[in-house]
């Protein structure tokens, strides 16, 4: 990643992509302190769009905040910031990286003195969880590594040190050739995937875990909103893990993984064994938004 050509946004100017280095002493290096966000542009009939960019930025600061972390740096400038990295990079669409640290100005835990550094990295990234499963469904098994708990972790900010969990469960599940984690919390609920909410289809509803143990998704959010809009009922509460196997219908939500069906999981197959039908919906109609080709909620998009 840190060998090629573009401009990040470092501190408040746009910088050589290859100069934006950090000591090894950076004190988030050692202790995971540290928060951000995982924001898409696509291209839209009116020119490049940042979807939900307010509401990203809202819930960097409010990371943040959880995390006791001085942020130098307005909502307003950051929303600026991120549109001016796709501008400078020359992006049609793109991921779009927002990271908040701590330099290397001290080490001690007390973590005062301490400098809040805002970078915004932004490339070309495409389906996370791959183009072919966007209508196959991916394979998905249970993790061994429990969600945070609540007070151990902070799940309301995305927290860098959050993602050793993440990357655990992914990691145990990849090698035994799954396509991603589902994660239970410390009571054995299901909580969320290592970088998506999950979504269940019931009988009709729409069923999903409340925010007690994992990121309030706003992929998450315009589902909730999505579904609502088509007269779905939404029920936000504790799922078990064998709901899961009988539900007729699974999908995953996050900016990355857009609107991932499940085919699979814990080698029982979901519904059909594929994208179901109102998953088939709600994705087209997520695209459809995110990519300004519907009418609905333009005040979600940023155009460059
Ligand atoms: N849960 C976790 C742990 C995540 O990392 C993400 C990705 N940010 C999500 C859920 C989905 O959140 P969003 O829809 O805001 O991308």
Not at 56 to 61: D, I, S
Not at 72 to 83: F, G, I, M, T, Y
Not at 119 to 125: E, N
Request: with cysteine.
């Amino acid at each position: 990643m840190a060998d090629r050509d573009g401009f990040i946004w470092y501190d408040g100017e746009l910088k050589p992509w290859r100069e934006c280095t950090t000591h090894v002493l950076t004190y988030s290096l050692h202790y995971g302190v540290g928060c951000f966000e995982g924001v898409r542009a696509y291209k839209t009939p009116k020119g490049t769009a940042i979807f939900r960019l307010q509401e990203h930025t809202r819930r960097l600061f409010n990371s943040a905040k959880i995390l006791g972390m001085k942020m130098p740096w307005s909502e307003d400038v950051l929303n600026e910031a991120q549109l001016e990295v796709l501008r400078a990079n020359k992006l049609d669409s793109a991921y779009l990286r927002p990271m908040v640290f701590y330099g290397a100005e001290g080490m001690g835990l007390r973590a005062d003195n301490l400098k809040t550094h805002v970078i915004v990295a932004a490339w070309t990234w495409g389906a996370y969880l791959g183009a072919e499963n966007m209508e196959r469904g991916i394979r998905v098994k249970t993790s061994s590594f429990n969600r945070h708990h609540p007070n151990a972790a902070t799940l309301r900010a995305k927290a860098n040190g959050n993602y050793i969990n993440s990357m655990m469960a992914l990691n145990e599940v990849l090698r035994d050739g799954y396509d991603e984690a589902l994660t239970l919390d410390t009571q054995g609920y299901i909580a969320e995937g290592s970088a998506e909410n999950i979504f269940l289809v019931i009988r009709g509803e729409l069923h999903t875990p409340d925010l007690t143990a994992c990121l309030d998704g706003i992929t998450r959010r315009t589902i909730i909103q999505l579904a609502e809009d088509n007269g779905l009922k939404v029920v936000e509460r504790r799922i078990t893990r064998d709901e899961v196997y009988v539900a007729d219908e699974a999908f995953f939500t996050g900016t990355a993984a857009e609107v991932t069906p499940i085919r699979e999981v814990d080698n029982r197959p979901i519904g059909i064994g594929s994208r179901g039908p109102i998953t088939e919906k709600l994705q087209k109609q997520y695209l459809a938004l995110v990519k300004g080709e519907s009418s609905a909620y333009p005040q979600w998009l940023s155009h460059v």
